[in-house]
C-alpha cells in the first residue's frame, strides 16, 4: 500500500486541525516531572512500571484534544483526520525502529493481538495443509501466558505441536541462553519435524532479562526455522530497537508501558514479503484484505486517541536531556543501582548482571520469608500493596530436580524475587520503602504461611 493512499493517509491539506500543542521549555525540571505526573496516587511506592506503564499530562491532554475531536464532528474526524494522524504515529515509530517503509508498520492494542495476528496466520497453514501435523512452535517457558494461550487456541488444536526452552535463571551470560535456545531447536526437529515459527522475548517479563535477541534470531536463520516472531512488550523505550539490525520477521512492543502511550498502543512490524497478504487483523472490519496497517487502522467505532499522540510523545521525551536515549539510559543505571541497593541489604542477589537488565531488575527475596509457591508470591505482594503501600511484582522460582539455586547470606536457597522498575517519576525513597518492609518481615519472624490477611 503506497504512503499516499488515502486510505493509508495523506498530505493533503483537509482544512485540517491538529490539536493544540503545549508551550515546550528546553528541559524537564524535577517539579516539572512531578508535575507532569501528579495524578499519580499519592503515598505508594510505584515500582512497577513495567506492568502498565504511565502517562504524563501533557499527552493525556493531547489524547483528549483528539478525543473532542471526534466527539465534536465525527464524520470530519473520520474522513480527513483519523487515518492522517495514524500515518503521522507511524511515521514517527518507523523512524524510530529503522523499518524501511512506513507500510511495514501497523498500530495495534498491544502485544497480545499482534500474537494472535502471526499465531492465527500459523494455525491456518495448518489448517489448510500448508504444515504437517506436529511441527513446531518453539518458545521459552517463561513467555507471556496469553503467548502460550494463543498457541492452544490457534495451533495446538489444528496440529501444531509446541517446545518449551528453559530460560536459565539466575543468568550470568548471553551464551547459557543461546546454548539452551539450540536444543530447543534440535527437539523441535526431532522425528522429522520442521520448526515453523520461534517466539522470542526481548525483553522477558518474569523474570525480567535482557534476551540476545540478535544472536537468537541468527541462530534461528542457521537452524532453517521458517519465521521469527519477537515479542517485545517492554523494549521500545527500554533499550534501542533497530528492526533491520535483529532481523526477525514480525516484531511487536507495547508503547504504553516505557514509551509513555496512554493505554493501550502497540507497534506491530511486519517484514515485508512475498506472503504479506496471509497476515490480517483478527477483528475483521471492510478494510480486510487492504493490507495489515490499513486494516488495524479501522476496526470498526472506537476510540483511536491513543494511538494518535505518539508525535506529542515525541515532543514529551525530547524535553529530558538526550531525549528517549537518555531516558533509557537513566532508568538502566537507577534501576541497577536500587537493585544493588536491596540485594546487599538483604544478603541476596541480582537475578542477571547488569548489562542483562533494563529499567527492571530482579533482586533474591531473603529465604526467610518462605516464599515456596505462586500462592506465596502473590500473598507478599498483596501484603506489600495493602499493607505497605508499595506496588511490586513478587516471582517464585521453582526449581527443578538437578537444578542447585543460589543461596543467600544464611545459606539458603532463595526461592522467588522482586521486579522492579525504574521510570522517571521514580524516587530513592521508594526502593527504600520496599527494602524496609522486606527487613523488618524478617525481623519480625513473618513468613508467607503467617502474613496478616489482606
Not at 90 to 105: F, H, K, M, P, S
Not at 224 to 243: M, N, P, Q, T, Y
Not at 426 to 443: F, G, H, P, Q, W
Request: glycine share 6%.
Amino acid at each position: 500500500m503506497a504512503a499516499d493512499d488515502r486510505r493509508n493517509g495523506d498530505s493533503t491539506n483537509h482544512n485540517h486541525r491538529d490539536p493544540k500543542k503545549p508551550r515546550l521549555s528546553e528541559f524537564l525540571t524535577e517539579s516539572d516531572i512531578r508535575s507532569e505526573f501528579a495524578h499519580h496516587l499519592t503515598g505508594v511506592a510505584r515500582i512497577n512500571n513495567g506492568s502498565f506503564g504511565c502517562c504524563p499530562s501533557s499527552v493525556l491532554d493531547a489524547q483528549r484534544e483528539w478525543q473532542l475531536r471526534f466527539l465534536r464532528q465525527p464524520d470530519e474526524f473520520y474522513f480527513n483526520g483519523l487515518r492522517r494522524g495514524l500515518l503521522a504515529s507511524r511515521t514517527v515509530i518507523g523512524d524510530l525502529i529503522n523499518a524501511d517503509n512506513v507500510d511495514e508498520v501497523s498500530l495495534v492494542d498491544n502485544a497480545t493481538t499482534a500474537a494472535a495476528i502471526v499465531l492465527q496466520r500459523v494455525g491456518r497453514c495448518f489448517s489448510e495443509g500448508k504444515y504437517q501435523k506436529e511441527d513446531t512452535v518453539v518458545m521459552f517457558h517463561c513467555a507471556f501466558q496469553s503467548v502460550k494461550k494463543s498457541i492452544q487456541a490457534y495451533v495446538s488444536r489444528v496440529g501444531g505441536s509446541t517446545v518449551e526452552v528453559r530460560l536459565p535463571f539466575p543468568v550470568n551470560s548471553k551464551e547459557e541462553i543461546v546454548s539452551a535456545f539450540r536444543e530447543g531447536l534440535e527437539k523441535g526437529r526431532a522425528n522429522g519435524r520442521t520448526v515453523r515459527l520461534a517466539i522470542i522475548d526481548h525483553i522477558t517479563s518474569m523474570p525480567c532479562v535482557l534476551m540476545p535477541v540478535r544472536e537468537l534470531v541468527q541462530v534461528c536463520r542457521e537452524e532453517g526455522v521458517e519465521e521469527v516472531f519477537v515479542d517485545a512488550a517492554h523494549a521500545i523505550g527500554s533499550v534501542k530497537v533497530d528492526v533491520k539490525e535483529i532481523g526477525a520477521d514480525y516484531y511487536v512492543s507495547n508503547l504504553h508501558k516505557w514509551f509513555f502511550c496512554p493505554p493501550s498502543i502497540a507497534f506491530f512490524y511486519c517484514k515485508k514479503r512475498s506472503s504479506e497478504s496471509d497476515v490480517h487483523h483478527p477483528v475483521v472490519s471492510h478494510e480486510f484484505g487492504n493490507g495489515l496497517a490499513i486494516e488495524s487502522a479501522w476496526i470498526g467505532t472506537r476510540d483511536y486517541s491513543s494511538q494518535l499522540v505518539v508525535p506529542s510523545v515525541m515532543e514529551f521525551v525530547n524535553r529530558f536531556e538526550g531525549g528517549i536515549e537518555g531516558i533509557m539510559k537513566r532508568n538502566h543505571d537507577e534501576a541497577v543501582r536500587m537493585g544493588f541497593m536491596l540485594c546487599n541489604a538483604w544478603g541476596t542477589n541480582l537475578g542477571s548482571p547488569p548489562e542483562m537488565c533494563v529499567g527492571m531488575v530482579m533482586i533474591g527475596l531473603p529465604s526467610k520469608l518462605c516464599v515456596e509457591s505462586d500462592e506465596d508470591a502473590t500473598k507478599l505482594r498483596s501484603y506489600l500493596r495493602v499493607h505497605r503501600s508499595v506496588e511490586v511484582p513478587v516471582y517464585f522460582l521453582g526449581l527443578r530436580d538437578g537444578e542447585e539455586g543460589v543461596k543467600d547470606k544464611d545459606n539458603e536457597l532463595i526461592t522467588a524475587y522482586v521486579r522492579i522498575s525504574h521510570q522517571v517519576y521514580n524516587e530513592t525513597e521508594d526502593y527504600e520503602r520496599l527494602r524496609d518492609a522486606i527487613t523488618e518481615l524478617v525481623k519480625d519472624q513473618m513468613t508467607c504461611q503467617n502474613l496478616p490477611p489482606v
